[in-house]
């Protein structure tokens, strides 16, 4: 019997595969184990290593731009942005960095209409506007932007202004800031002609709590969501009005068990609406609390599980209602999914220092 022909369109289409790339610490000063972007081709229950990206000190907090076919990533401790062209197997070639004219940048965004990303410079409580020029790379700054704000009351930890997240919200319309260092969520508007951020308000949150990221869960329609309280091992539930910008507190709940007499602070947060749960990373507890998302956005009391090493210092779900783990000390990359019991923990991968994960979906 003859084989039938493939179909015309199937003889040279594409196979979609999914990348995750890692950003790993590589330092003396952080006591890192980490050499580059580690770049891996995601199968289900494993993943396959195919590259090691030299991407200078600290190759941090990651932001995949799938449009551009372009990752950009900060420097922890430094005061520069990389970027890089994603080739069709999965490889970055560097297109060249920028400085962020502040210190210690921990994280970046991508504006709406993907013109624009916004770099937050921790150390120096700055945030730091780039152009993306033609070719996907990133350009020289159009606009530095310092926070205004006292610090908070721990000596340590709160210095000044410390943001360590940008993140849009539903609409677009706004860019929110968590500044751990001043216990502030900052509403700002970028301009989207000129590069521009204009400062709009500050909701405060407890002294010495350290806003340190939020994340979204509703819809344009019905905003609000859930953010992490990094000193006080806290979540936060809260409600945002899209038309002026405002974001109102509310429930306030431990992230960790009342039992627990240990150091800890929280760290990543992460809502995976196909379980209808908000996680929240606990480094010293070395755990991951699971939090029930309940209709009106409040969440119902935590179940807590191991991640499977130590410091989750980063969390991300991958689609699928699962959740993918940096574990930062133990070098390991896990997969935890929640459950009616014990969420199920898959160990992924091993490699040094990872403290953050960005997918791309598909060949770029």
């Not at 990303?117 to 120096?124: C, E, G």
């Not at 009391?301 to 209602?321: A, K, L, M, Y």
């Not at 070098?331 to 459950?339: A, F, S, T, V, W």
């Amino acid at each position: 019997m003859e084989t039938p022909p493939l179909p015309e369109h199937a003889e040279s289409r594409p196979v979609a595969r999914t990348w995750a790339y890692v950003g790993c610490r590589t330092s003396s000063e952080r006591r890192a184990r980490g050499r580059a972007v580690e770049v891996y081709e995601v199968q289900r229950d494993a993943w396959r290593h195919r590259f090691s990206v030299p991407a200078g000190i600290n190759p941090s907090y990651l932001l995949v731009a799938p449009a551009a076919g372009t990752l950009h990533c900060v420097h922890g401790d430094e005061t520069q942005v990389s970027s890089f062209r994603i080739q069709p197997d999965g490889d970055l070639r560097h297109l060249g960095e920028q400085p962020t004219h502040g210190r210690n940048p921990v994280h970046l965004a991508s504006s709406p209409d993907g013109r624009w990303v916004i770099v937050a410079n921790y150390a120096s409580g700055s945030l730091t506007v780039h152009p993306v020029g033609e070719s996907g790379a990133l350009e020289r700054a159009s606009q530095v932007l310092e926070l205004p704000g006292d610090p908070g009351p721990h000596r340590l930890q709160q210095k000044g202004s410390h943001p360590h997240q940008v993140v849009f919200d539903p609409s677009g319309r706004w860019l929110l800031v968590p500044d751990k260092g001043a216990d502030r969520v900052h509403t700002l508007r970028l301009d989207a002609q000129a590069g521009r951020l204009q400062w709009v308000a500050a909701t405060r949150l407890p002294e010495g709590s350290g806003p340190r990221h939020l994340v979204f869960g509703g819809t344009v329609a019905g905003a609000g969501g859930w953010m992490v309280l990094e000193l006080s091992s806290q979540v936060v539930s809260f409600g945002f009005e899209l038309r002026t910008g405002n974001l109102t507190a509310r429930q306030r709940m431990s992230s960790v068990p009342d039992s627990f007499v240990g150091d800890n602070t929280a760290a990543g947060i992460a809502y995976l609406p196909e379980a209808g749960r908000v996680a929240v990373s606990n480094r010293g507890h070395g755990s991951i609390a699971w939090f029930r998302a309940l209709p009106d956005g409040s969440l119902a009391p935590p179940q807590w599980t191991s991640t499977g090493g130590r410091v989750p210092r980063f969390i991300t779900p991958n689609g699928h209602g699962e959740l993918l783990v940096a574990n930062e000390d133990a070098d390991r990359i896990e997969r935890l999914k929640p459950g009616a019991g014990a969420p199920q923990c898959l160990h992924l991968a091993d490699t040094g220092s990872p403290v953050c994960i960005a997918l791309l979906q598909g060949t770029p």
